[in-house]
């Protein structure tokens, strides 16, 4: 299968940070697998794919792999719409992966849906439900498979919980509450040229309203969101340090609770980890907690201080020998492969794929729900009031529940 991947920084191949992210690593591994077929890496600036190609190169000398890549454009062009140009060129089968910033989701994945190609997006699928229910109706009409790059969904933790929620063992939940946080580089530095375009509930709470919708089945009914402007705004940028969002969520057999998703983006660069995240959900017979940062692994170095690394997301291994990588991130991206080459070769339905695949279809209602955390921010934290239409929405609340086995006792 030809791979198409439309973004080339930190997430696709770790460029500003010492790893190689978690795209090419997870297209590597896969390659072992599925051989044959080219990839080709499309960014917007010619010096910066040159980055790109070395560190990418490097990971593929360390893995001791050889499959061909093409990177574009060369070093003198920038071209914001260059991918156009190659995606016109792929033969079938393809895939695409876009990590691209936010506001460009509907653009590229519209493009890429329009060419053929199966399509996984980086969370968000986009900023708003109006454009993520027109790639919906567009990924219809062209009946290729595509699917949002929601990696917890892998995580052991979150599938344990899922298992612990459906047992009833914690009875009828009340409430989530979930924090999450990452370093100040990540808005100051890594997205400097477009963090005008996101925010920080966008960019990190999408996954845990994804999470909660996955683990119980209930659709978020109506929302509010408040945020803090200091810190960014002392830099020059117009954007919230911090945002706090609360959603109340509705299910079958009148399930119902509320989650408080408390986030920001201001952790000290020094912090032992990229990201600090913990999810506790309290039900009537029991309380579950999960702190998504603290994996039991703790490094203290000379070179680089404190360290917390999380061995179950995306870690490479072999110093002395070929390098190798495993974790949920790499399982997240090889699902989505795996799927749209069977799909290819039509061992595989559409209709056949996974139903805990993380879908454009699925990914409706959590679209839905940080459009409405974001008109909350524009009114002062009103509560906005969050509609699931069937005709946008492929299955009603109370099949959700039946499809999941999530039938708490009301």
Known sequence: MNIVVIGSGMYVSGRGTDEYGIVMPAICEWKKAYPEGCVDIIGTHGQR????????????????????????????VTDPYYYKKIMTRISVPKAAIIAVPDHLHFTVAYD??????????????????????????????????????????????????????????????????????QRKHIPYEAFSSWVSKTNVFQYLGVHYVDIIYYLTGSLPVRAMAIGQKKWLK??????????????????????HFFSYILTHWVDPNLSSALS????????????????????????????????????????????????????????????????????????????????????FQEALVSTAAIDAINRSLKSNGKWVTIKHEKKRFIHDVSFFNQRRGCELPS
């Open 49 to 76: 794919m040159d980055q790109t190609k070395i560190r990418i190169q490097q990971l593929q000398m360390a893995m001791g792999l050889k499959f061909p890549i093409r990177f574009h454009p060369s070093s003198h």
């Open 112 to 181: 890429a849906i329009s060419n053929g190609f199966h399509t996984l997006v980086a969370k968000p699928l986009t900023p708003t439900i109006k454009e993520a229910i027109s790639l919906c109706q567009l990924q219809k009409k062209k009946k290729v498979y595509c699917a949002v790059e929601f990696h917890k969904r892998y995580d052991e933790a979150n599938i344990k919980l899922k298992d612990i929620l459906r047992s009833g063992k914690l009875g009828v939940p009340l409430y989530f509450v979930v924090e999450y946080s």
């Open 234 to 255: 002392g830099k020059g940028i117009n954007n919230y340090d911090a945002i706090q969002g609360v959603l109340e969520w509705k299910g079958f057999q009148g399930l």
């Open 276 to 359: 600090d995240q913990r999810i506790q959900v309290i039900g009537t017979s029991g309380k579950f907690s999960s702190d998504q940062k603290y994996r039991g692994v703790h490094v203290i170095s000379d070179e680089k201080g404190v360290e917390d690394p999380n061995p179950y997301f995306t870690l490479g291994y072999g110093v002395d020998g070929f390098r190798r990588y495993s974790g949920y991130g790499i399982r997240s991206i090889h699902s989505f492969l795996t799927d749209a080459y069977l799909i290819s070769k039509k061992r595989l339905n559409l209709e056949d794929v996974s139903k805990d695949a993380p879908t």
